[in-house]
């Protein structure tokens, strides 16, 4: 089980790019990368998913290194909307997953 | 039209009982899980049911049992509720087992012991 490690938490303001970096040293070769972005009150919602190099989607970009030891979640200009709880997974299709307590953003006007 | 549901969304009960929370997705999906998340926002799977068979069963007492009657139902019965099983719940489905399909999470049951 590859375990990740994110910051706790982090602040940004509207209008700002916002960063949150995974890392995950023991990550396998099949395994996979997947943000999900948790609202108040709400249950966890799938951002994005990758392997190597470079995602994006229309709510966010992920950059993963080639040695895919760590990876970015990239969120273009947030809004006071964006502030939620981000969790990495990290794993393939055949061993457990593990959310852990994610990385808490918290957007300010 | 609400994809994963839960229900009680709330619920409060006192130490020493018997109670469950009913999940149900119409999404079609063959896998449906279990969550448990404290007040530190730690998210921890339970269990995990493909096509009504058990596939992941956590490190959780034995208290706790999940049924799941068809492939788009998972209920969660706890017995002997404990304080520290305070906390909130959520049911979750996807496609299939596995990291790669996205899961679709229900809105959650708050479960209060006292």
């Known amino acids: 089980l590859a375990k990740t490690t994110q910051p706790i938490s982090m602040d940004s303001y509207e209008g700002q790019e916002v960063n949150i970096t995974c890392s995950h040293n023991n990550i396998a070769t099949n395994d996979y990368i997947t943000w999900y972005q948790q609202f108040p009150s709400q249950g966890p919602r799938f951002i994005i998913q990758?392997?190597?190099t470079k995602v994006t989607n229309e709510v966010a970009s992920l950059f993963i290194p080639a040695d895919r030891k760590s990876s970015t979640l990239s969120l273009p200009r947030v809004s006071l909307s964006d502030t939620a709880v981000y969790y990495c997974?990290?794993?393939?299709?055949?061993?457990?997953?593990?959310f852990g307590s994610g990385t808490k953003l918290n957007v300010k006007p | 039209d609400t994809a994963v549901s839960q229900t009680p969304k709330y619920l409060v009960t006192q130490m020493g009982n018997d109670k469950s929370i009913k999940c149900e997705q119409n999404?079609?999906?063959?896998?449906m899980y279990w969550y448990k998340q404290d007040s530190k926002k730690f998210l921890k799977i339970m269990f995990s049911y493909n096509n009504k068979e058990l596939i992941i069963n956590e490190t959780v007492p034995n208290r706790f049992s999940p049924k799941s009657p068809d492939k788009a139902h998972l209920n969660l019965h706890i017995n002997s509720l404990e304080l520290g099983d305070s906390a909130v719940y959520f049911c979750?489905?996807?496609?299939?087992?596995?990291?790669?399909?996205?899961?679709?999470f229900g809105p959650g049951t708050r479960l209060t012991v006292t």
């Open positions: 999404l079609g999906h063959d896998t």
């Open positions: 979750a489905s996807s496609h299939a087992t596995g990291i790669t399909y996205e899961q679709y």
């Open positions: 990758g392997y190597k």
């Open positions: 997974l990290v794993g393939d299709n055949f061993n457990k997953f593990y």
